[in-house]
T-cell receptor, first 114, second 113 residues
């Protein structure tokens, strides 16, 4: 157990809809990152939140947005869903102290867009 | 060009075999390197970090070659339970990319009896 929990575990949405995925980070971790893993690919970095602010973003359009709350939990929001958004969405928590910090993944949320 | 390149395989080997995976990376500023194991429809789990001096954990040996910019994972005496996808990852621990992991696409391993 990594102490990182995600919800929901599975969901199906229709193209054009919006989705919110949630993540509770491991106790003591102030940084949350989100990754998208399409079938047959490695996880791709979406963005990272540190102290409630976005702290780095990957090559994803603005319809991917996020939030981090004072308790360090986080949400990933995706608007105007497209079929290619179907993927496993992974939340990772860590404590930014420079190199050597371990990153812990949650079990992920499987999103299917039809 | 992708930050991390990894042969997707698949690798199909008999029990007891030795199998090796390699990844190359393009950014010489990369500082930390990892191998993750991912079971079907599960999250990646850290298998081992990779150090310049090389490190070993039981049947698993990881190597880093900074001059050639590649990392490797060697699995000796393969077990059926080693069947999974193995992902290499690297991290550049500074600036705006602090804490961001760059993954290869993963190499699928199947060990058969």
């Amino acid at each position: 157990e990594t102490g990182v929990t995600q919800s929901p575990t599975h969901l199906i949405k229709t193209r054009g809809q919006q989705v919110t995925l949630r993540c509770s980070s491991q106790s003591g971790h102030n940084t949350v990152s989100w990754y998208q893993q399409a079938l047959g690919q490695g996880p791709q970095f979406i963005f990272q939140y540190y102290r409630e602010e976005e702290n780095g973003r990957g090559n994803f359009p603005p319809r991917f947005s996020g939030l981090q709350f004072p308790n360090y939990s986080s949400e990933l929001n995706v608007n105007a869903l497209e079929l290619d958004d179907s993927a496993l969405y992974l939340c990772a928590s860590s404590s930014i102290t420079g190199s050597g910090n371990t990153i812990y993944f949650g079990e992920g949320s499987w999103l299917t867009v039809v | 060009r992708k930050e991390v390149e990894q042969d997707p395989g698949p690798f199909n080997v008999p029990e007891g075999a030795t199998v090796a995976f390699n990844c190359t990376y393009s950014n010489s500023a990369s500082q930390s390197f990892f191998w993750y194991r991912q079971d079907c429809r599960k999250e990646p789990k850290l298998l081992m970090s990779v150090y310049s001096s090389g490190n070993e954990d039981g049947r698993f040996t990881a190597q880093l070659n900074r001059a050639s910019q590649y990392i490797s994972l060697l699995i000796r005496d393969s077990k059926l339970s080693d069947s999974a996808t193995y992902l290499c990852a690297m991290r550049i621990d500074r600036g705006s990319t602090l804490g961001r992991l760059y993954f290869g696409r993963g190499t699928q391993l199947t060990v058969w009896p």
